[in-house]
């Protein structure tokens, strides 16, 4: 019975917990409701006003487009009030759910609990023996119905395994072809007793002979294209070579280890050196030599790499050298070639940043306030070719290195830490556009630029990346936005100077200086830019330099962290396909 009063307490406190969640999240959408309700009236007031001439501010309609989009703003804060708390019910409604089915199975508890301490021994025994029937009974059915749903799936199954053996076979996994080939076991048995051949047992090892190193190393790692790789088993080459290694490990050959990871090596840079320009070939390449170096530690014999191993995995670990120094060597490999696979997608998708988050205007009605040089640009630029929204064309790129990265198996923390780093240099590259380009600081502008960048994070989160890190990257250019839109008048100095953390002051004074305010906007004051830089000289910067800076630094580098991650890979399993032609390798 504690169990369940303990999980009613818990949901207790969840439900307790959303209700407080929705009444906060309630109170920031009144806030912001009166906010824009505040702007709006502004506006209304301007609106009906004259200027000095004697003619109308809205001459060329700009407020009543300002109004509109105020209008729609507030619509869509409506709607996503009411999304929250449509989600907020249905949640209350199954915690509803599952208390109720809680406090009847408590309370059925309790009288089966008043009934044991009341009844005499044979009626208790009869209590419980009821029980019992029912409860297996439940089980029964239960277990009726997931035995037909596993007979439906066996036979499906069946259909497909015939035409997966060939597929099997070419990835370089062994297999038992006993499980396929019952029809033949049956014809086998009419026609008379089967000569059974004794099964070997292998030690997940490859033999050859010293010299050939070279040799190998050409038709596994040279001659290897990626789209003969992707049709592997992941990391396949990453295996084989190390089976090699186990093997001169064995027996027992200082010399033959040296010559061959020196081969091995010289052949990975080689490679990568040449196909410097190919993304798949550096993603097979970074996933390969982590692999390796992965493997290297799981098999190295050291207690903190074997959490994880099999008993057999742990006999197969190296008995005669510690490859500690080449291990580094590898991760160096590594790091030398997740730095190439950063720089061709930032390459690839340079040209669509500043398009995308800054130019792209997406929202309805919403002007930049500088139509002409717009219109101008535009009817010089717009071309047949150029029909992709830019925001879809960058997405589609970053979308397109993901499916690479994903197809060749790639560690999903490296994943995120190269999208980490694609969006630092999103970041920077916006941020030091928008820091020279005074026709892009207006509050519309910064409007824009926030939704812009809002498809950039749900992009994060569709492909499930580490996002509150690869966020934290663009919060520069996402400061920078808000500051646009944010009121400039002496009493908001300190919310101005707060909610820009991640901007240093000069980015900070210098986007005030360029800030061109609209037709129904006041400039902003010189007191106020003054204010603010007073506020920042409060700021503890602490030694870094970066803080000093203007622009942001596009070559800068976050320091790459490999993880260790066990294989349940049997080394004794894999097979050496015949599309890489290694036959002078031989299983042992």
Not at 193 to 221: A, D, H, T
Not at 368 to 393: D, I, L, N, Y
Not at 562 to 572: D, K, Y
Request: charged share 25%; with cysteine; aromatic share 6%.
């Amino acid at each position: 019975m504690m169990p369940t009063g303990t999980g009613l307490s818990k949901l207790h406190e969840q439900l307790v917990e959303m209700r407080q969640e929705l009444d906060r999240k309630t109170e920031e959408i009144i806030q912001l409701k009166g906010v824009l309700a505040n702007q709006t009236k502004n506006m209304k007031t301007l609106f009906s006003s004259k200027s000095r001439t004697g003619e109308y501010i809205n001459e060329d309609g700009e407020l009543a487009q300002a109004y509109e989009t105020q209008k729609t703003i507030n619509k869509q804060l409506e709607l996503e009030l009411q999304d929250e708390k449509a989600k907020y019910k249905a949640h209350e409604k199954e915690y509803k759910l599952e208390i109720e089915k809680l406090r009847e199975d408590n309370e059925r508890q309790q009288r089966i609990l008043s009934a044991n301490l009341t009844n005499t021994p044979q009626a208790q025994n009869e209590a419980y023996m009821h029980l019992e029937i029912t409860r297996l009974t439940t089980e029964n059915l239960q277990l009726t119905e997931r035995n037909d749903t596993l007979n439906e799936t066996v036979r499906k199954l069946k259909k497909q395994i015939k035409n997966l053996t060939k597929k099997l076979k070419d990835t370089g996994m062994d297999y038992d072809s006993s499980m396929f080939n019952n029809d033949n076991e049956i014809a086998s048995n009419i026609l008379g007793p089967n000569i059974r051949k004794k099964e070997r047992e292998y030690q997940g090892m490859f033999s050859y002979k010293f010299g050939e190193e070279n040799v190998i190393m050409k038709r596994l790692v040279i001659d290897l294209s990626p789209r003969t790789a992707i049709k592997l088993l992941p990391g396949l080459p990453a295996y084989i070579l190390f089976m090699c290694i186990r093997y001169v490990d064995h027996m027992n050959d200082e010399n033959a280890v040296k010559t061959l990871l020196s081969a091995a090596t010289s052949a990975i840079k080689k490679t990568v050196r040449k196909r410097q320009q190919d993304s798949e070939t550096l993603t097979l390449w970074l996933s390969n030599t982590n692999q390796l170096r992965n493997t290297m530690k799981q098999y190295s014999g050291e207690p903190a790499f074997q959490k994880n191993n099999t008993p057999k995995q742990n006999e197969q670990c190296l008995k005669n050298f510690d490859l500690m120094e080449y291990r580094q060597v590898f991760s160096d490999i590594a790091l030398w070639i997740f730095q190439g696979v950063v720089q061709n997608i930032e390459e690839k998708i340079h040209h669509l940043i500043v398009p995308a988050v800054l130019e792209h205007e997406e929202i309805a009605g919403m002007s930049s306030g500088f139509r002409r040089r717009t219109a101008s640009t535009t009817s010089e630029a717009s071309t047949p070719v150029a029909t992709q929204k830019p925001m879809t064309a960058l997405l589609q790129e970053l979308t397109h290195f993901y499916k690479i990265l994903a197809l060749y198996a790639v560690d999903s923390h490296l994943i995120s830490q190269i999208f980490k780093q694609v969006y630092y240099f999103i970041c920077a590259s916006s941020l030091n556009n928008l820091l020279l380009r005074k026709e892009l600081c207006n509050w519309s502008k910064g409007l824009q630029i926030r939704h812009n960048l809002s498809h950039l994070e749900m992009w994060i989160r569709e492909k499930q990346l580490d996002e509150p890190s690869i966020q934290a990257t663009l919060q520069p250019i996402i400061q920078a936005a808000h500051l646009l839109q944010a009121r400039k008048s002496d009493e908001d100095v300190n919310t101005v100077c707060d909610m820009c953390s991640a901007l240093t002051p000069l980015q900070i004074c210098k986007i005030l200086q360029l800030y061109t305010p609209v037709e129904y906007e006041e400039r902003v004051p010189v007191s106020f830019i003054s204010k603010v830089q007073q506020k920042l000289k409060e700021r503890d910067t602490g030694n870094n330099p970066a803080a000093q800076n203007l622009l942001m630094d596009v070559k800068f580098r976050y320091a790459i962290v490999f993880n260790f991650q066990s294989s349940t890979i049997c080394l004794e399993d894999i097979e050496i396909p015949e599309v890489l032609h290694l036959g002078m390798l031989t299983k042992i």
